[in-house]
């Protein structure tokens, strides 16, 4: 019999012995009785402690076809003071450094992922070509493509595993990420939205900000194997931020020959803000005037009431420069993640995949971001923006007539102008930079 099986059947014995003797004794002592208790308690404790193990162990099993040798297998209970089903068979050491590099998190963040993932990346093999590879080597799989950027042929070959097993893991991993795990990349509610713009207020004293957007491309290589650097081989991505570079939007999947202002008109966001479905709290009153929530944008946005922008040819020692200097402050987040998603190595380079994966690639990287901050883990946060300055490469000012000059803007400009009375010049070093530094 089990171990745990027989413990608890052992400590079912004792506890009813005593029980029965408290039964057929009901006159003793009352002491002797109230020492009894906390013997029985300890036993039924013992019992309750045992079974739990043994239902845990059973759960842990995962309902898959396999070979007798890997019936004969220990379970995953088993090794979990090792890295994990499998890899550290392959290579792979629990050194800190080692395991970051391979996979932008911490081992015991791996761990907690594979078990979240497990039934999603096992519920879907090939059709009559089950894989037989344990949620550790799936994901390892998934993500060491999505942190080295290493070729299909060069991970099948660390992992030992055939190429089209390689492909099917890392899209497995993109599709359930992007599927079932979207909502860790949503856009929060009043009473969140109130903690981030609190936070903003206190950075720079501007307040009723709820987040930092901007945008960026990445690019990829044509199908047919060509390399061109035509804006039509990008992909424009979209985020929202807040102070902690953890995204509240992103929009993926437009061509990168738009404008940033375009992009935003094409997404979503830009219509359920139009809609009042998005930052539609109660405004408040800023020397008379009524500020709504509202985004930060650089340059290539529009000034809008509920997006602020920098003043043009501000003055020097005006209010104007002093909410430029907060504006530039502020946005600093939302580089940062932006370094962060291009410090992804398959992110890092053109992506040499077809449209449609490609913008799956770059949702999972976002959504794997957002989760690593869930769990204070930093391994994957780029930190180092001295290469950086304030206005992305990859942003594209086009002019668009139909987001300027409109009657909105007069309202806008009216808010901006009483926000800038509110900004003050902070020296955070862990915020401020260089503008004038370039961008790599």
């Known amino acids: 019999m089990d171990s745990q099986k027989l413990s608890a059947f052992l400590s079912s014995l004792v506890s009813q012995l005593f029980l029965l003797l408290l039964l057929l004794f009901p006159d003793s002592d009352a002491t002797q009785r109230t020492n009894l208790f906390p013997l029985i308690s300890h036993f039924i404790s013992s019992q309750q402690v045992a079974a739990s193990l043994t239902f845990l162990s059973i759960s842990r099993k995962r309902k898959r076809t396999h070979s007798s040798e890997e019936e004969l297998e220990p379970t995953h209970d088993d090794k979990t003071s090792r890295l994990g089903h499998g890899l550290s068979q392959l290579g792979f050491t629990q050194l800190p450094d080692s395991f970051r590099n391979s996979f932008k998190m911490s081992s015991s963040t791996f761990r907690w992922l594979s078990g979240l993932l497990e039934p999603l990346l096992d519920c879907r093999d090939p059709v009559g070509l089950p894989l037989n590879l344990s949620a550790d080597i799936r994901l390892g799989i998934g993500l060491f493509r999505l942190v080295n950027g290493s070729t299909y042929s060069e991970i099948a070959t660390r992992f030992e595993v055939t190429e089209s097993v390689t492909r099917f893991c890392v899209k497995q991993l993109c599709r359930v990420l992007c599927t079932n795990f979207r909502f860790w990349v949503a856009f929060p509610g009043p009473e969140e939205l109130g903690l981030i713009s609190k936070s903003f207020e206190e950075l720079t004293g501007l307040p009723n900000c709820c987040g930092v957007i901007d945008c960026t491309r990445f690019k990829i290589i044509k199908i047919d194997g060509s390399n061109s650097s035509k804006d039509e081989d990008s992909i424009a991505v979209q985020i929202v931020v807040d102070s902690s570079s953890r995204m509240l939007s992103i929009v993926a999947g437009i061509r990168g020959d738009k404008g940033d202002s375009r992009v935003l008109k094409s997404s979503t966001l830009y219509k359920d803000i139009e809609e009042k479905k998005l930052l539609n709290s109660s405004p408040i009153c800023v020397n008379g005037v009524a500020v709504d929530q509202y985004l930060i944008g650089d340059g290539g946005y529009p000034l809008l009431p509920w997006l602020m922008v920098p003043f043009v ?39 040499d995949e ?17 989760a690593l901050l869930m769990r204070e883990d930093f391994s994957g946060l780029f930190e180092e923006l001295g290469d950086y300055s304030l206005h992305d490469e990859s942003s594209q000012y086009y002019s668009d007539a139909s987001l300027e000059e409109n009657s909105t803007e007069k309202k806008a400009s009216a808010i901006r102008s009483a926000l800038a009375t509110r900004a003050r010049v902070q020296h955070d070093s862990s915020y401020h930079r260089d503008p004038s530094s370039s961008v790599q």
Do not use: Q, Y
């Not at 994966?357 to 794997?368: E, K, P, Q």
């Open 354 to 370: 077809d449209f449609k994966t490609a913008v799956a690639l770059i949702g999972a990287c976002s959504i794997l971001h957002n």
């Open 313 to 351: 040819d501000a003055n020097p020692g005006s209010s104007e420069e002093n909410f430029n200097a907060a504006h530039n402050l502020m946005r600093v987040p939302a580089l940062k993640a932006i370094a962060s998603l291009k410090n992804w190595g398959v992110l890092s380079r053109p992506i």
